[in-house]
Each structure stands twice: as C-alpha cells, then as structure tokens.
C-alpha cells in the first residue's frame, strides 16, 4: 500500500471512528487483530500482517473469534477495554498509522504495515511499548521505548 492511499484511509477511518469506545480485541490465528469499535455491535478494525499486503479496514458484523486468545489478545484487553478514539493518522511519507485513545495517561497503537514486517505496537504516554503483535528483529519489544522503523 502506498503511503497517499495509506494518508487517505487513515482519514477515513478517523472519520468513521474517533469517539468510539474500544469494546474488545481479538488476536486471530497467524495475522489478523481485530478491535471492536463503537455503539451497538459496532464496527471492526482488522488489522491483517498478511506477508505480501497487510492491511488495515473497517467491516461491521461478525467475525471468528478464537477459543483461547494470544498474549496479545489479552494485553490489549487490559489496556484498551473501554478506551474512546481520539484520532487515527497516517505517518506522513511512512507506512504507519498510530490509533491515538484519550485520557491522561493515552495510548496510542502503531500498525506499521511493512510488507513481511508488519506488526502492531501498543505504546503509552512515556512511549515504552506495553503489547506487541507479532515481534520483529529490529523493532522494539515490550519495556524498550518505541521508535519509529528506518525510512
């Protein structure tokens, strides 16, 4: 994905979703993260790590769950659970999009949708990486300060 079609969905997705509650996470088996969003039954972010296209869209209605969820299924549970949406951004010129949640002590989820590096990281106030999905070599893990992958 380009990063102008990257710039263009992440104002899109803050449209559709700034304000909303974060109702629950799943971790779905090899790729996918799905954050339930808003009223009701709400809408989906899924974030896929899908090696040669990740990606990352809204869809409403259903979706597998699975019977035992991964760590960081449960970590982003106990982060995120209840969180509003301030605001969804494009990293100008990168290939990332930060989820920013309000309050005083905010975090934010960073998807870099890096082909065959893609991965999310959920980073709070102090930018110390609390959860990540999928680690990669190079990329910081839980406790490191977060910093953006080389251009």
Same mark, same amino acid.
Request: aromatic letters at 6%.
């Given at each position: ?8 969905? $992440?104002?899109? !997705? ?8 974060? %109702? ?5 088996? %090899? ?10 039954? @709400? ?19 259903? =979706? ?10 449960? *970590? $982003?549970?106990? !982060?995120?659970? @209840? ?19 309000? #309050? ?11 082909? =065959?590096?893609?991965? *999310? !990281? ?20 839980? #406790? ?8």
């Amino acid at each position: 994905m380009d990063t102008l079609v990257l710039q263009r969905l $992440a104002t899109e !997705l803050d449209l559709q979703l700034r304000g909303a509650p974060i %109702k629950q996470v799943y971790a779905l088996p %090899k790729n996918d993260v799905v954050l339930v969003c808003g009223p009701g039954k @709400g809408l989906r972010l899924w974030f896929s790590t899908a090696p040669d296209q990740p990606h990352l869209y809204v869809r409403p209605g259903p =979706h597998p769950t699975p019977k035992q969820p991964p760590g960081f299924a449960m *970590a $982003a549970r106990r !982060l995120l659970n @209840g969180r509003r949406i301030q605001a969804i951004d494009a990293v100008p010129g990168e290939r990332i999009v930060e989820l920013r949640t309000t #309050g005083d002590n905010a975090l934010r989820i960073v998807f870099e949708l890096i082909p =065959h590096r893609s991965t *999310a !990281l959920i980073v709070d106030h102090t930018e110390r990486v609390c959860a990540t999905w999928q680690t990669r070599r190079g990329r910081p893990v839980v #406790g490191e300060l977060y910093a953006a992958p080389a251009a």
